[in-house]
């Protein structure tokens, strides 16, 4: 495994980390948690993403209760706050009073004592962001964050946060969690080159594109009855991707990762990992081989000729962007 350092903080993390969403969260889904959560620990993976909002508190649960073995000092967690968590109108959101709720609810549904990272899971347009940035602040002097983060926020929004931060002199936001992936590379334009400059460095999600970038979706060929897209009817990202064109262009993406003797999934991963801003990309992983065939991508270092060869297969769907 290699380690990065997550933006210009001192908190080095897996270029492969482990999350929760659409994975963990039930019963009969724990035993799954524990058994790749063991063999995340035997590959060298020491991070590990959840959400309160990932089942209500279940994905939580879930990720506390595989990681309740292992030594804290081990590994660094995070989880999130923003998405509905009751009913009541402070219930959701990045006021004061619903960051400290929250993460008070994290840290006992985790079972421990602090979160490294905590991430703001949207931008919140209906509380003034030095309100929000304030009580993260307070959140990490008092010991129950180690360090603040936000997730899917524009180049503008964390332009604004930083100079906040700044100005009161404040900690400050060390990460961004956005999606990328092949057929989502939106960071690219504005994300990226300003958390360079303002010091964060990107936690991405989906850079296997919910699995279409594994090559089990076959263009005219039905759903395989195992497969997320089969089972998951809430999750409208995946359906986005489940067109031809898409899948025709999977496929001569195989062939690239076939000529470098990887797989697919393992060519996907080490083409997100080729950013110098992005600190670790998170898989999600139901099975214990699917973690071991993952984190072989830190090792592949794909040549500037393979990456040309990839941007004009990209060209086919350069204006593809499923709904989010």
Same mark, same amino acid.
């Given at each position: 495994?290699?380690?990065?350092?997550?933006?210009?903080?001192?908190?080095?993390?897996?270029?492969?980390?482990?999350?929760?969403?659409?994975?963990?969260?039930?019963?009969?889904?724990?035993?799954?948690?524990?058994?790749?959560?063991?063999?995340?620990? !035997?590959?060298?993976?020491?991070?590990?993403?959840?959400?309160?909002? +990932?089942?209500?508190?279940?994905? !939580?649960?879930?990720?506390?209760?595989?990681?309740?073995?292992?030594?804290?000092?081990?590994?660094?967690?995070?989880?999130?706050?923003?998405?509905?968590?009751?009913?009541?109108?402070?219930?959701?959101?990045?006021?004061?009073?619903?960051?400290?709720?929250?993460?008070?609810?994290?840290?006992?549904?985790?079972?421990?004592?602090?979160?490294?990272?905590?991430?703001?899971?949207?931008?919140?347009?209906?509380?003034?962001?030095?309100?929000?940035?304030?009580?993260?602040?307070?959140?990490?002097?008092?010991?129950?964050?180690?360090?603040?983060?936000?997730?899917?926020?524009?180049?503008?929004?964390?332009?604004?946060?930083?100079?906040?931060?700044?100005?009161?002199?404040?900690?400050?936001?060390?990460?961004?969690?956005?999606?990328?992936?092949?057929?989502?590379? +939106?960071? !690219?334009?504005?994300?990226?080159?300003?958390?360079?400059?303002?010091?964060?460095?990107?936690?991405?999600?989906?850079?296997?594109?919910?699995?279409?970038?594994?090559?089990?979706?076959?263009?005219?060929?039905?759903?395989?009855?195992?497969?997320?897209?089969?089972?998951?009817?809430?999750?409208?990202?995946?359906?986005?991707?489940?067109?031809?064109?898409?899948?025709?262009?999977?496929?001569?993406?195989?062939?690239?990762?076939?000529?470098?003797?990887?797989?697919?999934?393992?060519?996907?991963?080490?083409?997100?990992?080729?950013?110098?801003?992005?600190?670790?990309?998170?898989?999600?992983?139901?099975?214990? !081989?699917?973690?071991?065939?993952?984190?072989?991508?830190?090792?592949?270092?794909?040549?500037?000729?393979?990456?040309?060869?990839?941007?004009?297969?990209?060209?086919?769907?350069?204006?593809?962007?499923?709904?989010?």
């Amino acid at each position: 495994m290699k380690y990065r350092n997550v933006g210009n903080s001192g908190l080095k993390v897996s270029e492969i980390a482990l999350g929760s969403w659409l994975t963990y969260g039930t019963a009969a889904e724990q035993k799954a948690a524990d058994a790749c959560i063991e063999q995340a620990f !035997e590959s060298g993976i020491n991070f590990f993403d959840t959400a309160n909002a +990932y089942n209500r508190g279940e994905g !939580e649960k879930a990720m506390g209760a595989a990681l309740k073995p292992y030594q804290r000092s081990s590994y660094v967690l995070s989880t999130k706050v923003f998405f509905p968590m009751g009913e009541g109108p402070n219930d959701r959101g990045l006021s004061r009073k619903h960051i400290f709720e929250q993460c008070e609810a994290s840290l006992q549904r985790l079972g421990v004592d602090y979160i490294d990272l905590y991430f703001c899971h949207r931008y919140d347009a209906q509380t003034p962001l030095e309100e929000t940035l304030r009580a993260l602040d307070d959140l990490t002097a008092q010991g129950k964050i180690l360090y603040s983060a936000v997730s899917e926020w524009t180049g503008t929004q964390i332009t604004e946060a930083a100079g906040i931060a700044e100005r009161l002199n404040l900690r400050p936001l060390i990460s961004n969690q956005p999606i990328y992936n092949m057929f989502e590379r +939106y960071i !690219e334009r504005e994300v990226l080159p300003v958390s360079a400059k303002k010091g964060l460095g990107q936690v991405v999600f989906s850079p296997l594109a919910q699995g279409i970038l594994t090559g089990k979706y076959k263009p005219g060929a039905p759903l395989p009855a195992d497969s997320r897209a089969a089972n998951n009817s809430v999750n409208s990202i995946i359906t986005s991707y489940l067109n031809e064109q898409v899948l025709l262009v999977v496929q001569e993406l195989e062939q690239v990762a076939r000529k470098q003797d990887i797989s697919l999934a393992q060519l996907a991963l080490a083409w997100v990992l080729r950013q110098p801003g992005v600190s670790t990309a998170l898989i999600g992983a139901t099975k214990p !081989e699917q973690i071991v065939e993952n984190v072989k991508a830190v090792d592949i270092q794909l040549t500037p000729e393979t990456l040309d060869q990839i941007d004009e297969i990209l060209k086919q769907v350069a204006h593809f962007s499923p709904k989010r």
